[in-house]
């Protein structure tokens, strides 16, 4: 069958980018296999709310009557809307036309559709393994803060080689040795510097790391740790997810959230590489935190607002994970884009990146809660300073070839339940 160069680069890459468009539609699975060796992570265990079709009698039941909490949201729907409500209904009258016509280009392409409908046929564990309860890192970080990682490192020949190493894992010679490195687990950098995938035992349970890939794990009061001693070794690009409280307290969070002020404090500024920094930060769709962005939590940062790009959330077979326009619950989420300008104040400087075009839409299946899709690589044009750029992911839940992840669970989805052998 005829497979078009752009989806064999889709198959490659992860990234389908639609023709005349300012759309594309990423599968966070191939970007993120890309980077391991001899594990891999199973679409249907990543995508498992849309891949687990079983309905519970339970699932059944909340279908014929309403939750008091759906409800009330409805009452409150009826009323009119209050003047920050208006300012968000307007913002989404303005993303509409452009989220509606990157929808149109995925339905249009059965290219895409075909290949979502083989993601559910790749090797998954089973379902009892999955679904195991995930070892709470804050709670172990508060009652074991000297608790110990051993990291089993797969050294090869390349390793020692001070020279550019083969990106081609399958080239490296078979005669690999194995070390094991015993770290301090909390408030440490915990670093993978090896070309190969690396197992992380924490107590029973083991982490994979990809290559290249380092985590630090502590609360937010130890952040400080990362401000690097010399700010040419900085990062060029920062992306940040902060634990943003919900807009009701109902609405239960599976982590810990945080009030806006501690987000003001966040060391952007000393983060930043002294040839600057993009900036990219993903919000929810609460107009109250849109405005805390622009009038405070930038400024204070120090960065400029560049553009916005806009996530939407799409089920395997194409369609929105909800109606476009539900008021209180949207389809599609929002990642700031600013700059963060470095110390190096020399206008060549600003010729060797492209700067942010506003409005991308990215079209993706949505992962566990929260999870963002992975879309650092329609961001590296745009990033400032060196190639390829230092990363940094604040309040990380996943970590990331050729990044630093910092949070108080980095961990979260690296444990190898996620994974499947090769
Ligand atoms: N970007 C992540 C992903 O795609 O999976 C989701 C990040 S989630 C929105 C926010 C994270 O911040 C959670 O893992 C939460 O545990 C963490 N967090 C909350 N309070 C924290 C604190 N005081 N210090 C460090 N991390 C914190």
Redesign the pocket.
């Known amino acids: 069958e005829h497979k078009s160069q752009k989806l064999s680069l889709f198959y490659e890459s992860g990234v389908y980018s639609f023709d005349d468009s300012n759309a594309v539609f990423v599968d966070s699975v191939r970007v993120l296999n890309r980077f391991y060796h001899r594990f891999s992570v199973s679409p249907s265990l990543y995508y498992s709310r849309f891949f687990k079709t079983q309905t519970t009698p339970n699932a059944v039941s909340s279908t014929v009557t309403p939750s008091p909490r759906k409800r009330k949201r409805k009452r409150r729907e009826s009323r009119p809307l209050n003047e920050r409500e208006l300012i968000a209904l307007q913002r989404h009258q303005e993303a509409r036309p452009l989220l509606l016509a990157a929808h149109e280009c995925l339905l249009k392409s059965t290219e895409v559709l075909n290949a979502l409908k083989t993601l559910k046929s790749e090797p998954s564990c089973s379902t009892k393994e999955c679904d195991g309860g995930q070892r709470s890192f ?1 709670d172990l970080g508060h009652v074991a803060p000297q608790l110990e990682v051993t990291l089993s490192l797969r050294l090869s020949d390349n390793d020692a080689d001070p020279h550019p190493l083969p990106k081609d894992l399958d080239d490296l010679p078979s005669g690999q040795c194995c070390v094991e490195k015993v770290l301090r687990a909390f408030n440490n950098l915990v670093a993978n510097d090896t070309q190969d995938d690396a197992v992380a035992k924490i107590l029973s349970n083991s982490y994979i790391m990809p290559r290249e890939s380092c985590f630090y794990m ?4 130890q952040i400080r740790n990362l401000i690097p001693a010399h700010a040419d070794s900085g990062f060029n690009l920062i992306m940040v ?4 409280e919900n807009a009701s307290a109902h609405q239960k969070s599976r ?4 009030p806006n002020r ?1 987000f003001l404090s966040l060391p952007i500024k000393q983060l930043t590489h002294t040839e600057g920094a993009l900036v990219a930060l ?1 919000v929810t769709n609460r107009e109250k935190l849109r405005c805390f962005i622009e009038a405070e939590l930038f400024p204070t940062w120090g960065v400029s607002y560049a553009a916005t790009f806009y996530w939407l959330k799409v089920k395997e077979n194409g369609s929105l994970i909800c109606d476009l326009d539900l008021f209180h619950h949207r389809p599609y989420e929002c990642l700031i884009l600013g700059y963060s300008p470095g110390k190096v104040n020399n206008t060549d400087n600003l010729s060797e990146f492209k700067p942010v075009k506003n409005d991308r839409v990215i079209m993706s299946i949505p992962g ?1 809660y ?3 899709p992975q879309i650092a690589d329609l961001l590296l044009e745009h990033v400032p300073g060196l190639k390829p750029p230092r990363c940094i ?1 604040l ?4 970590i990331l070839a050729g990044w630093v992840s910092w ?3 980095p961990l ?2 690296q444990d190898s339940k996620h994974f499947v052998k090769k």
């Open positions: 804050v502590s609360d937010l009061g997810d902060p634990p943003w982590y810990q959230t945080l501690y993903w566990d929260s999870r963002k992911e309040f990380a839940r996943e949070g108080n669970e979260y989805f």
